[in-house]
């Protein structure tokens, strides 16, 4: 388990640093060449970029403990994994519910 850490905690970091750089419409120009429309939705996706970079950093700060197995045989890494996964769609979802509703 102890090799995914690496991997897990320069996801972590990259997912935090989108998270940062998405706080301001004038860094999402400038990093990306994208003229952001609406400032609210941006600071939707930075919210969740950055409660999904905080929730891949803890458990890379303990992989042995979030992907291993308990005394009841339930995988406690498979719980976070499901809310990793499901915070990450969240912007997804939304942007594109918001491109349906603007064009």
């Known amino acids: 388990m102890e090799k995914l850490r690496t991997p897990i905690t320069v996801n972590a970091v990259y997912i935090l640093l989108l998270g940062l750089i998405t706080l301001s419409p004038g860094m999402v120009s400038s990093v990306f060449g994208y003229a952001v429309g609406d400032a609210g939705v941006l600071r939707v996706l930075s919210g969740t970029l950055l409660g999904l970079g905080v929730l891949l950093w803890g458990i890379a700060s303990n992989v042995s403990k979030y992907g291993s197995r308990d005394a009841r045989g ?29 064009h």
């Not at 976070?80 to 769609?89: E, F, N, Q």
Request: proline share 3%; hydrophobic share 30%.
């Open 74 to 102: 339930d995988r406690d890494g498979h719980r976070y994994a499901v809310v990793a996964v499901g915070m990450g769609r969240t912007p997804v979802y939304a942007s594109q519910r918001w491109s349906s509703d603007h």
